[in-house]
């Protein structure tokens, strides 16, 4: 269960995930609030071992740390306590008109839906040429998203960068956003932003993307291939805390799908609180854990003020 154990009064929806504490009391697990404040950092972690996703890691055994040094984490929560918050986000560029591109997506996104649970939300925008279009803002009915998704027709040109850039609007929109779903081909052509730039905008927005890759897979040393649009994407979800994908690569669609809301369900996310002065600046986070042999991703650092809280107790 969350526990929060620091008054709550905050002011602006720009970072996601905490819960409502008001008069400084302990939050119900499954409340979360519409307005947080941008001197609070979130920290979204997924934890894997060889046997796969771990779940029952304890606060004490998680050591977080800003530029090196250590800060008390006063936010603790598991994945499993809150309810998924999607925005799914969808490239309509010509290019998606070949092949079964624009097949998988709805059949990703269709199993997304599925798999969503009561108290879940989910918004879904399409994008194509320099227009996006919030197709589904935030609800839980599944079936606008199925007739939003009949609607699709590719067109256009590809300003992905664009778009990305604009992931944080749609979830400003909504109460809140866990994670955000891209899928697109990759086929850059058309942004007046440039892909560093976009990354920027969404890393500082605190939103994990998982990246669904539309494009035929290659082989690994050409999608690693640095300016490559395999390379861009994978830095997209990588600087972001996200998953990286290729749907009709080796895993199939309802396995890539499963692996998503998997680690959406299971995620930590740690907090701690910025201090009131100070000049804001991009701080590196890194994190410990104390338990040996596990994997995790994080987002790599936040733009903002140091933290309030240091030197908790090491973790061993």
């Keep these: ?119 879940d939300r989910y918004a879904l925008a399409s994008f194509a040429g320099r227009r996006m279009v919030v197709d589904v803002p935030y609800t839980t009915d599944r079936t606008a998203g ?32 866990r994670a955000a779903v891209l899928l697109t081909d990759g086929a850059e052509n058309a942004s007046r932003m440039t892909a560093r730039e976009a990354r920027e905008v969404v890393r500082r927005a605190e939103l994990p993307v998982y990246v669904m890759s539309l494009a035929r897979p290659r082989a690994p040393d050409v999608e690693r291939e640095k300016g490559s649009f395999a390379a861009i994407l994978r830095q997209l979800a990588s600087a972001t805390g996200g998953l990286y994908r290729v749907l009709g690569g080796r895993q199939p669609v309802a396995e890539t799908c499963g692996r998503v809301i998997e680690e959406l369900r299971g995620r930590y996310v740690l907090g701690f609180p910025t201090a009131h002065q100070g000049a804001a600046r991009w701080h590196e986070l890194r994190l410990e854990i104390a338990r040996r042999g596990l994997r995790w991703r994080s987002r790599r650092g936040y733009l903002g003020r140091p933290p309030e809280t240091a030197q908790p107790p090491s973790v061993r």
Aim: glycine share 8%; aromatic share 4%; net charge neutral.
């Design 1 to 119: 269960m969350a526990t929060l154990t620091r008054p709550t009064g905050f002011a602006l929806a720009l970072v996601a995930m905490l819960p409502t504490a008001a008069g400084g009391q302990t939050p119900p697990a499954a409340s979360f609030a519409e307005e947080v404040s941008v001197g609070y950092v979130l920290v979204p972690v997924t934890v894997r071992s060889r046997r796969g996703l771990v779940t029952d890691l304890e606060r004490d055994e998680l050591r977080l740390l800003v530029d090196g040094e250590p800060v008390t984490i006063d936010w603790f929560e598991r994945g499993s306590d809150a309810p998924i918050e999607l925005v799914v986000m969808q490239d309509l560029s010509g290019s998606m008109a070949l092949g079964r591109k624009l097949a998988a997506s709805r059949e990703l996104v269709g199993c997304l839906l599925d798999r969503l649970r009561a108290g």
């Design 146 to 177: 199925r007739e939003a998704m009949e609607r699709w027709r590719p067109y256009g040109v590809t300003a992905l960068h664009d778009a990305v850039s604009r992931l944080p609007e749609i979830r400003a929109s909504g109460r809140t956003a």
